[in-house]
């Protein structure tokens, strides 16, 4: 009877070879023409380095989407985005006063760009600052013309903190980072 067991072991291992080889394509014309990946073609245009650093912010890799923000500049000056791509990569890095100076600078290079407005009132709320907060917000979602349910929610909040300072005086919320767009931020409740 021991002899059985090695034996059942060998044909159910025969049965899976059978079975994953036959879930494999045999056919050699999908492999590529060499053992070696593709190379680059460097005809096509290179993706723009804001696009990645707002790729990255998405992702939450705060660290890094700096560093591209900061090639971008290189490249192609401080813009405004590249300044609120800055200032929302520190505000996710906790560095608040880093954060709020490229925001500030934002704003006054573009004073009708509701996003760099949003995301100043983000770093301010952060902060604690509640009343200079609820002010951004709120020309934030002027300059939008309520059209952001971001921007709204965020005033929101910012009206419901500061309306009601004694509620929120024994919590401690943590609130992340959720990109909503292009460069537009929202402040929400961390679970």
């Not at 056919?27 to 005809?43: A, C, I």
């Not at 490229?102 to 407005?117: G, H, I, Q, T, Y």
């Not at 770093?123 to 952001?148: C, H, P, Q, W, Y």
Request: proline share 5%; hydrophobic share 40%.
């Amino acid at each position: 009877m021991k002899t059985t067991a090695p034996i059942k072991r060998t044909a159910l291992a025969i049965v899976a070879a059978a079975t994953v080889a036959a879930c494999t394509s045999n056919s050699l014309e999908e492999l590529p023409d060499g053992p070696f990946p593709p190379g680059v073609d460097h005809k096509q245009e290179a993706v723009s380095g804001v696009e990645v650093g707002q790729r990255l912010l998405n992702a939450g890799e705060y660290e890094l989407a700096l560093g591209a923000f900061t090639r971008a500049a290189l490249d192609q000056g401080m813009t405004t985005e590249i300044l609120t791509g800055l200032g929302t990569a520190n505000l996710g890095l906790g560095r608040l006063g880093q954060s709020e100076e490229m925001l500030r600078r934002a704003v006054e290079e573009a004073p009708d760009w509701p996003e760099a407005w949003n995301n100043l009132g983000v770093v301010l709320m952060e902060r604690g600052e509640l009343a200079e907060a609820t002010g951004i917000f709120r020309k934030a979602f002027a300059l939008d013309n309520g059209e952001s349910d971001s921007i709204r929610d965020n005033l929101r909040i910012a009206l419901a903190k500061s309306e009601n300072p004694d509620n929120n005086a024994g919590q401690q919320q943590e609130y992340k980072l959720v990109q909503r767009g292009q460069g537009e931020f929202q402040i929400r409740k961390t679970p």
